[in-house]
């Protein structure tokens, strides 16, 4: 038998490379399938498993086709809506504690309830407790003594005692601004710090309406109003005024919901709503339905001023003071210059402003038709008022700008002296500061707004200016 030939010689050595050339078919054979376009391979642009998407994505990628993903439409909306209920949620308890100032009615010749010099002393704190504490040990045939400076055309009120019927409203007392109300609301027995967030779901759903219906109306009234040549030109001041009012006026019943639903008591045995739809079916049932709602002069004549003044001045002040800074600036040739008339303007604004908010929100709560009053967490006027002219007259002329201190039993002569010229200052004889509560907050949220914007570089509108 004989020996196999040796492999050796037929041994050749593989390539160490890869290769991704395909296997072209013969050239006399049809292939059943087409070439690929290329001999080598390449990653496709598409990967085959869609990218993860969060929900605070709000999906760029939506221009990309012609078609519509309904699914990222619907992720960006929802985004959107958590967004907009985590800043008004930030916002929402400097919201409540200005909105509970403007509406608190602090009359002239309030009473504050007495405070004891000696804490230690229970018989003078059992004594200020009591309903009888004046009369008990009086002689009969004294008559109490009463205060000259009373006037009988004037309302007043007299210091709260600490009874059931009370419990519910927080005592009138020194606030430092809104912080101070903050506070109040939220060491009050009866509230709670979860009261700063009442009428949460109310604001969130109102700034998200407005801020969609107030574009597109505007946009519908340039294209009815503006004629195709002046497309470019920039529209004259009375079409985003009028955008602003139609969006105001639509939405002023969420607006009338969120301010009652803040103002009410927090203790379930006076409260009046369960919520923004308990509080429409109500105020429709018993206050004259949609045409009570809308139509109500003491509703619809502070919506109209309040919706038309505040857009009115803040588009409008800008541009004046930019004018007397310098000549030709604008928000592209001089962006500082700008932004400093802008802030200027707000802070002029709400000297503007703030009054007619004010006035609006105190007519807000007063109850019409057969409804019954609603039961505040702070002190509200006994007698209802009458329009904007009377609102606006009793807050001068019924109430004061300051609170008067705590009254000690003992006190020296000269301290007491000190406190009577303390009482008789210029505030006590006037309401003006009634007009005002929340301005410090506003003029320092726009400073604060107008800081950031400088910083990033973004649009100064863009924030909470309108806290």
């Not at 919520?275 to 079916?281: F, N, Q």
């Not at 807000?364 to 606006?392: M, S």
């Not at 019924?398 to 303390?422: I, N």
Request: charged letters at 20%.
């Amino acid at each position: 038998m004989s020996s196999p030939p040796s492999l050796r010689d037929l041994y050749t050595d593989p390539s160490s490379t890869w290769s991704f050339n395909p296997k072209l078919p013969p050239s006399n054979a049809t292939p059943d399938h087409p070439p690929p376009p290329s001999s080598s391979f390449k990653w496709s642009s598409r990967p085959t498993r869609p990218p993860h998407n969060s929900i605070f994505d709000l999906s760029p990628d939506l221009n990309e086709s012609s078609d519509i993903n309904v699914t990222h439409l619907l992720r960006a909306l929802v985004a959107s809506a958590v967004l907009q209920y985590t800043s008004t949620a930030i916002a929402m308890p400097w919201e409540v504690g200005k909105l509970l100032l403007q509406v608190q009615w602090v009359p002239r010749y309030v009473q504050e309830p007495e405070v004891p010099a000696d804490a230690a002393d229970d018989e003078d704190a059992l004594s200020d407790s009591s309903n009888e504490n004046d009369s008990y040990f009086a002689d009969p045939e004294v008559a109490p003594a009463v205060p000259q400076d009373h006037h009988a055309h004037e309302l007043s009120i007299p210091a709260r005692r600490a009874t059931d019927d009370s419990e519910y409203v927080i005592p009138i007392g020194r606030q430092e601004g809104v912080w101070g109300m903050i506070k109040r609301v939220g060491r009050f027995r009866g509230e709670g710090w979860l009261a700063l967030w009442k009428g949460l779901l109310t604001s969130c759903t109102l700034e998200i309406l407005s801020s969609t219906f107030q574009p597109v109306l505007h946009n519908v009234l340039q294209s009815i109003f503006l004629p195709s040549t002046n497309l470019f030109n920039p529209p004259p001041i009375i079409l985003p005024v009028a955008s602003h009012l139609l969006t105001g006026l639509i939405l002023s019943p969420l607006d009338l919901v969120r301010t009652r639903l803040i103002v009410q008591s927090s203790n379930p045995r006076y409260r009046r709503y369960s919520g923004p739809i308990d509080a429409l079916s109500q105020i429709f049932r018993e206050e004259d339905g949609i045409r009570g709602i809308y139509t109500h002069p003491q509703l619809l004549i502070p919506a109209i001023i309040d919706n038309t003044l505040r857009p009115l001045v803040s588009l409008a002040l800008p541009g004046i003071i930019a004018s007397y800074i310098g000549p030709h600036i604008t928000e592209e040739s001089n962006p500082i210059a700008w932004g400093i008339a802008e802030l200027a303007g707000s802070c002029l604004s709400l000297l503007v402003t703030l009054p007619f908010e004010t006035i609006r929100r105190r007519l807000q709560v007063q109850t019409r038709g057969t409804a019954k009053p609603i039961t505040g967490c702070v002190q509200l006027r006994p007698a209802p008022y009458n329009g904007v002219v009377d609102t606006f007259w009793h807050i001068l002329t019924e109430e004061r700008s300051d609170l008067p201190p705590r009254r000690h039993r003992r006190l020296d002569k000269e301290e007491e002296e000190k406190t009577v010229v303390e009482e008789e200052g210029w505030l006590r004889q006037t309401g003006i500061g009634q007009l005002y509560r929340g301005l410090g907050m506003r003029l320092g949220a726009s400073i604060i707004v107008f800081a950031l914007a400088s910083i990033s570089g973004e649009d100064a509108d863009s924030g909470w200016a309108e806290l």
